[in-house]
């Protein structure tokens, strides 16, 4: 008897389950979305005080 793999069973032919797309809605509600939100306007935030301090030394 041999133990190898056909082309059906071979994890590498073998398809992942499908995961239903969240919508927009849906997305925007995970905490993930709210973290990243708020390291977006962190930064932002940092860097509008550089320009600002920048724009203050140039006058």
């Known amino acids: ?7 059906a069973t071979s994890p590498a032919v073998m398809k992942a389950p499908s ?3 969240k919508s927009l809605r849906e997305h925007q509600q995970t905490p993930h979305f709210y ?4 390291k977006i306007e962190a930064l932002a935030a940092h860097t509008d ?3 600002i301090h920048w724009l203050e030394l140039g006058q």
């Open 35 to 38: 973290e990243g939100i708020k």
């Open 49 to 51: 005080v550089h320009f």
């Open 1 to 7: 008897m041999s133990s190898t793999l056909t082309a």
């Open 19 to 21: 995961r239903k797309k």
